[in-house]
C-alpha cells in the first residue's frame, strides 16, 4: 500500500483560513459507507442522527498557546520555540525550534520582553530539530505560555486568529496539546445541551495532540511509517459507560480522529480500559475497528494519516469519491472547516498497524 494511493485533489481555495461566525453553521456531509449515500446538511442538525442511548465520546484536552518568541542572549537572533510536551523535570518541556541548527545545548533564550521576560536554556538535544528546554523561573510552563505564547495554528493556515478561543473546544478542559481536535470545534454549550436533553450520554477521554499532527508522511510505504507517541487518559467513568453501551448494542460514537484513536488505543482488548498511557496506534485500511460505531470529523489533508484513517473506514475507494463531491460542493477543508458524520463503517481493504 503506498502513500500516494491516499492522494486527492483539492483546490487550495477550500482550505478553510478562519472560523465561521458560528460553530453550529458549519455544513455536515452524513455519510453512510455501508449503502454509499450521502446527505448535504449544517452541524446544528447533527442531533437527527443521534439516538437516545448513544454515547457520544470528546476530547476534552485544551489546546495551550504553545508558539513562543524569543531572541539567543548572545547574538541577538530570533528565535521560535513549538512547545510540545512535557519532560520529566519541572519547567522542563521538549519543543520543536527554528532554526533549530543555532540552538546548542547550554544556548540561553531570552523569551518576552519587559518585566515579564523569562530566560530558557537548552539542556537537550533531540532528533528532527526538538530540544529540551528548562525555562529558568518559579512560574510554570503553562502560565508562561498563557501569558507570551500564541496558538500553534496549522501551517496551511495564513490568516491571524483574532480570538485563540475558536481554536479550542467549547468543553476543553486539560491542558497538553499544540493542535486542537477539531471535529469538537463544531459544538456550542446549547448544542450539547441539546444533546443531553434528548437522552445522549456524553462522555469525555483526554488524547493531547502532539508532534505527529505537524508532521507529514515522508515515506513510499504506508506500513513504513512510524507514528510519534501521544499521551491519553480515560477515565473509569467513561470506560464503565462505553463498556455498557457495547454490551447492551446501543452505539458509541467518536468526536474527532482524536478520540477514536483514544479509544481504539484503549480498547485493544474489545473491553474499553481504565488508564493513562502513550500510543503511537497507526490506523490505515484493513484495521479492525472494536469499539467506535460512528465517527464525527473534518475533512483531512490528502496523503495524511487522517484521511488513512478515514479511508480505513469506509474504504479508500469511497473515500475519495466522498471527498470528491465535497469539492464539489465547495465544502471547507481541515481544521477551520466543515465536517462529515460517518453512520457506519463499510468495507475496508488491507491490514494495520497498533
Same mark, same amino acid.
Given at each position: 500500500m503506498r502513500v500516494d494511493d491516499f492522494d486527492y485533489e483539492l483546490p487550495e481555495r477550500l482550505i478553510a483560513q478562519t472560523p465561521l461566525s458560528s460553530r453550529e453553521d458549519s455544513r455536515l456531509l452524513v455519510v453512510d459507507p455501508v449503502e454509499k449515500t450521502t446527505e448535504h446538511r449544517h452541524f446544528r442538525n447533527i442531533t437527527e442522527y443521534l439516538r437516545p442511548g448513544d454515547v457520544l465520546v470528546l476530547n476534552n484536552s485544551k489546546v495551550i498557546p504553545a508558539r513562543l518568541f524569543g531572541i539567543k542572549t548572545d547574538t541577538g537572533a530570533h528565535i521560535e520555540l513549538l512547545l510540545l510536551r512535557p519532560a520529566d523535570e519541572p519547567r522542563r518541556w521538549f519543543a520543536l525550534t527554528r532554526p533549530a541548527k543555532r540552538l546548542r545545548e547550554g544556548t540561553e533564550l531570552q523569551i518576552g520582553e519587559g518585566a515579564g521576560q523569562v530566560t530558557a536554556r537548552i539542556v537537550g538535544l533531540r532528533d528532527e530539530g526538538i530540544r529540551e528546554v528548562e525555562f529558568l523561573t518559579d512560574e510554570s510552563v503553562e502560565s508562561i +505560555?498563557?501569558?507570551? @505564547? !500564541?496558538?500553534?495554528?496549522?501551517?496551511?493556515?495564513?490568516? $491571524?486568529?483574532?480570538?485563540?478561543?475558536?481554536?479550542?473546544?467549547?468543553? +476543553?478542559?486539560? +491542558? /497538553? $496539546?499544540? +493542535? #486542537?481536535?477539531? #471535529? @469538537?470545534?463544531?459544538?456550542?454549550?446549547?448544542?450539547?445541551? !441539546?444533546?443531553? !436533553?434528548? @437522552?445522549?450520554?456524553?462522555?469525555?477521554?483526554?488524547?493531547?495532540? /502532539?508532534? /505527529?499532527?505537524?508532521? $507529514?508522511?515522508?515515506? !513510499?510505504?504506508v506500513e513504513a511509517h512510524e507514528m510519534h507517541s501521544e499521551w491519553y487518559e480515560v477515565d473509569k467513568e467513561t470506560a464503565a459507560a462505553v463498556n455498557r453501551a457495547k454490551s447492551e448494542g446501543r452505539r458509541v460514537i467518536s468526536v474527532g480522529t482524536t478520540a477514536l484513536r483514544t479509544l481504539e488505543s484503549a480498547g485493544a482488548s474489545g473491553k474499553l480500559e481504565v488508564g493513562a498511557r502513550e500510543t503511537d496506534i497507526f490506523i490505515y485500511p484493513g484495521y479492525e475497528f472494536r469499539i467506535a460505531d460512528a465517527l464525527i470529523t473534518n475533512f483531512h489533508l490528502p496523503k495524511s494519516t487522517l484521511f488513512m484513517l478515514v479511508s480505513a473506514w469506509m474504504g479508500t475507494d469511497f473515500a475519495k469519491q466522498v471527498y470528491k463531491e465535497a469539492v464539489e460542493h465547495e465544502y471547507r477543508f481541515f481544521s477551520f472547516g466543515d465536517a462529515m458524520f460517518l453512520s457506519r463503517r463499510g468495507t475496508v481493504d488491507s491490514t494495520s498497524k497498533v
Open positions: +505560555a498563557d501569558r507570551l @505564547g !500564541e496558538m500553534p495554528l496549522p501551517p496551511y493556515i495564513h490568516e $491571524s486568529l483574532h480570538d485563540k478561543d475558536r481554536y479550542q473546544t467549547v468543553y +476543553a478542559k486539560t +491542558a /497538553g $496539546s499544540v +493542535a #486542537a481536535p477539531t #471535529a @469538537g470545534l463544531h459544538f456550542t454549550e446549547r448544542l450539547l445541551d !441539546e444533546i443531553r !436533553e434528548m @437522552g445522549v450520554d456524553i462522555r469525555y477521554v483526554t488524547l493531547h495532540v /502532539g508532534l /505527529g499532527t505537524f508532521r $507529514s508522511v515522508q515515506v !513510499e510505504d
